[in-house]
């Protein structure tokens, strides 16, 4: 996770509160920290802390770090802890002027290509495979022009890396050459505008242009907008995911609505595994669209079973388990009026730990339903990520070692059933060489120590 965006705005005073609408759109890719930087006056000014966006920039903050063109980032961590040494974007200084780096992903090769740089005398500050992108970036910028050195990158790079940099004045987009993690790009009146996903685009009054494809750069320089083919592939891994739960379902992704992607993961559930039940609810909020499809498909009504405090941040993405299972109790709650005496089925987008799923089996039959089914809209997860998410040893994942019936056991559901994998690529409408699908195949579309590659 993590949400990345660039802005070229022709009105100064406004291009950080432009970043600022822009990664509050994302502001679900990451609650860790939050930074933008600006270029102004030959200089970088960076503002970053840690926290949701409205607890790191005031309207204060915002009038001081102007600038024509800035870059933002909301963070989520996997590679480095949560704090502030690791919020981005990173700076680094060099004779090649100033670079300022936000990133998503995760860099497969991060520690190899830290210690050949520490062994250089190179200084790290921070725990972050970003800072290693940046100081690479920096090197070469020393030699070569933007493209040369984007693509001198991508040669040292194994992993997931979608960037926004700002390289001294320049906006530059890039897309690792799997394409993993998505970035488009924006047209508006005051300029331009990158941006992880569509929906942030859209709030700021844009115009979506285009994604950037894997391996492109898109370079924007003087309200002049450049896309340019840095690194070649013959295959993509678009991350899956993306659709099943990290992005929002208002958002377009490498031509593809998330909302529609989803929708039909609810509707291809419902005829693989039917059950006789009264009502439908959805894990609230990223299980909606499916349970609404799976609704539909099965003609069993639509109701809430399960009802939000808007407030909790997304339980999956706190970094350590205790928070997680203590937000739990906090984020939902059961509607008594809607389950008591029901046949009810849940609808998930997915399981991950399945502490959650549990908890909820349990407050929903402690409401008084008569039997509760789940359903899950990805098929399970049994293997780590990577490129980007936390969930990175085996252990941790329900699916890992389990069979769809010990899981139900463990669950109390009375009946479990996921999404088969051709079910899923039917509903994003992907051809299987296209998408990473590694946590639910256990085949990874690079080489990662100890694990399969699908080559
Ligand atoms: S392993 Fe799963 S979560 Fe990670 S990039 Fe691939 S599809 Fe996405």
Known sequence: MCGVVGVYCNDENL?????????????????????????????VHLHKGMGLLNEVFSQEILNRINGSSAIGHVRYSTTGESKIENAQPLLVKSKAGMIAVAHNGNLVNYWGLRMKLEN??????TDSDTEVIAQLLSNYLLKYGIQESLAKLDEALIGSYTLTMLINDKIVGFRDPLGFKPLCV?????????ASESCAIDAVGAKLIRDVKPG???IIETNNVEFVKIAKSNKKALCVFEYIYFARPDSIIDGKSVYEARHNMGRILAKESYVEADIISSIPDSGITASIGFSQESGIPYLEALIKNRYVGRTFIMPEQKLREFSVKLKVNAVRRNVEGKRVVLVDDSIVRGTTSRKIVEMVRKAGAKEVH?????????????????????????????SVEEIRKMLNADTLAYLSLDGLLKAVGFDRKELCLACLTSLYPVEVPGERCCG
């Not at 250089?120 to 500050?125: A, I, K, P, Y």
Request: aromatic content about 14%; hydrophobic content about 40%; glycine content about 8%.
């Open 15 to 43: 291009t950080s509160k432009i970043t600022y609408y822009l990664l509050f759109s994302l502001q679900h890719r990451g609650q860790e920290s939050a930074g933008i930087a600006t270029f102004h006056n030959n200089m």
């Open 374 to 402: 789940f359903r899950v809209g990805s098929p399970p997860i049994i293997a780590p990520c990577y490129f980007g998410i936390d969930m990175s040893t085996r252990e941790e994942l329900i699916a890992s070692s389990r």
């Open 186 to 194: 924006g047209e508006a009146d005051f300029g331009y505008v990158i």
């Open 120 to 125: 250089e005398s190179r200084v790290f500050l």
């Open 216 to 218: 492109e750069a898109v």
